[in-house]
């Protein structure tokens, strides 16, 4: 059981860049972290970044720093839920000198299976409502 604030052994990224220590904070017996989307996995010992989107668990991987976990989740928000979307780094992190999003294909590759996923299901769940013979109705006051 941890009590307090645990560390995270300090390390290198692979730009050979020296990061501090991450300071993991516990909320009942669990590590979290200070950004949105992120959380210490005991299991691996690295930082995880994770989003929900169309009411499903997204996880975007794990990652040896936590503020590299934390852009990770800011990206898939950004891509997932527009330019209003909630994020731990400024919009401008993101962008190139043009305003353009800056691209991470393994993030892209992760969101299209997720889409298609969440499509699949839909069309699964209606294509079982057909054949059950529920149809949809209007909601009242809709129109």
Known sequence: MVSGAAQVAGHQSSDGAA??????????GLLTSKYTGVCWNKKNKRWQASINSGGKYLYLGSFQNEDEAAQMFDLAAIKLRGTKAKLNFPLETYVD??????????LNATIAVHEQLVLTQKLATAQALALAGVTKRPRAGAG
Do not use: D, F, W, Y
Not at 97 to 106: C, P, R, S, T, V
């Open 19 to 28: 990061h501090p220590s991450a300071t993991a904070v516990t909320k009942a």
């Open 97 to 106: 000198a043009n305003g353009q999003l800056i691209e991470n294909e393994a």
